[in-house]
T-cell receptor, first 113, second 113 residues
Framework: DGGITQSPKYLFRKEGQNVTLSCEQN?????MYWYRQDPGQGLRLIYY???????QKGDIAEGYSVSREKKESFPLTVTSAQKNPTAFYLC????????????FGPGTRLTVL | QQQVKQSPQSLIVQKGGISIINCAYE??????FPWYQQFPGKGPALLIA?????SEKKEGRFTISFNKSAKQFSLHIMDSQPGDSATYFC????????????FGAGTTVTVRA
């Protein structure tokens, strides 16, 4: 059963702690993306990766970091430098960077206390 | 600065009625316009998409109308059902920007039985 998995579904962290969100896909897609969703603001792109070992900043990359060591995995770290980290985080993938259709995972809701 | 402006923020429609959501854009390089449907706590799923070479695309009860000269496109949900209650996002992308999606802010549709 192909798809994108994100774990955990809910995550709670204390202020000042780094936290890593997992994203795995078995669709054999080259491109992967991380979005942040806040109420009333749509989805905003944090980072994206077109191929393994390469990634680019999106519109709101400050306070976040990523890695792409394997084609199927694209973890996102929310660092203590992110001023307002509480949000719903969505991972997506597409066949390649030139593919128009993106497929989304179920999301992780991060709450920083 | 949001590249795609979406309205209304929310709407309520009776079962069997028509829901209409509007989006406007400025970047004339956009050439792919998808609509995503998102249920609470889930990731968005592609609903329907259009290219600027056609003025209308219909899939079941969902229709996209596209006005290239006005730089506007809209989603019509015909015969709205309670199961259509969700948040809908319009988006746009261009090959000049690796087909990264620019999302509207979203419209929450509530269908009353």
């Amino acid at each position: 059963d192909g798809g994108i998995t994100q774990s955990p579904k809910y995550l709670f962290r204390k202020e000042g702690q780094n936290v890593t969100l997992s994203c795995e896909q078995n669709l054999n897609h080259d491109a992967m993306y991380w979005y942040r969703q806040d109420p009333g603001q749509g989805l905003r792109l944090i980072y994206y990766s077109q191929i393994v070992n390469d990634f680019q900043k999106g519109d709101i990359a400050e306070g976040y970091s990523v890695s792409r060591e394997k084609k199927e995995s694209f973890p996102l770290t929310v660092t203590s430098a992110q001023k307002n980290p509480t949000a719903f985080y969505l991972c997506a993938s597409s066949m390649s960077s030139g593919s128009v259709e993106q497929f989304f995972g179920p999301g992780t809701r991060l709450t920083v206390l | 600065q949001q590249q795609v402006k979406q309205s209304p923020q929310s709407l309520i429609v009776q079962k069997g009625g028509i829901s209409i959501i509007n989006c406007a854009y400025e970047n004339t390089a956009f050439d792919y316009f998808p609509w995503y449907q998102q249920f609470p706590g889930k990731g968005p799923a592609l609903l329907i998409a259009i290219r600027p070479d056609v003025s209308e695309k219909k899939e079941g009860r969902f229709t996209i109308s596209f006005n290239k000269s006005a730089k506007q496109f809209s989603l019509h949900i015909m015969d709205s059902q309670p199961g259509d209650s969700a948040t809908y996002f319009c988006a746009a992308s261009t090959p000049a920007d690796d087909y990264k999606l620019s999302f509207g802010a979203g419209t929450t549709v509530t269908v009353r039985a």
